[in-house]
């Protein structure tokens, strides 16, 4: 079992930044990946942001050149840098720490947090 725990959400004005932070706890040495989706109302839960153990990183376009996933793995924390923050940000932000498969997709495995609410104001 693997627990996560998001902190960080907060109301900020749009231009603004948050860091978001993830801790994860349990069989973490399971997973290979940690990242980010987002669910805002009306909408699909979405991908934000991966990161892999080897590093490799993967972002929602919507989020490119805007937002930076970054982790500690001594920590095993996940962090979210978002700059320039747009009110389309406004969601709940959802850690994730996975087991993902090259070339099986089907048997990808995500452990989820309960999630943080950003709300950015225009």
């Known amino acids: 079992q693997v627990q996560l725990v998001e902190s960080g959400g907060a109301l900020v004005q749009a231009g603004g930044s948050l860091r978001l932070s993830c801790a994860a706890s349990?069989?973490?040495?399971?997973?290979?990946?940690m990242g980010w989706y987002r669910q805002a109302p009306g909408n699909e839960r979405e991908l934000v942001a991966l990161?892999?153990?080897?590093?490799?990183?993967t972002y929602a376009d919507s989020v490119k050149g805007r937002f930076t996933i970054s982790r500690d793995s001594a920590k095993n924390e996940v962090y979210l840098q978002m700059n320039s923050l747009k009110p389309e940000d406004t969601a709940v932000y959802y850690c994730?720490?996975?087991?993902?498969?090259?070339?099986?997709?089907?048997?990808?495995?995500?452990?989820w947090g309960h999630g943080t609410q950003v709300t950015v104001s225009s």
């Open positions: 349990g069989d973490i040495f399971i997973t290979n990946a």
């Open positions: 990161i892999k153990d080897g590093g490799w990183t």
């Open positions: 994730t720490a996975a087991t993902l498969y090259k070339s099986d997709y089907v048997r990808d495995t995500y452990y």
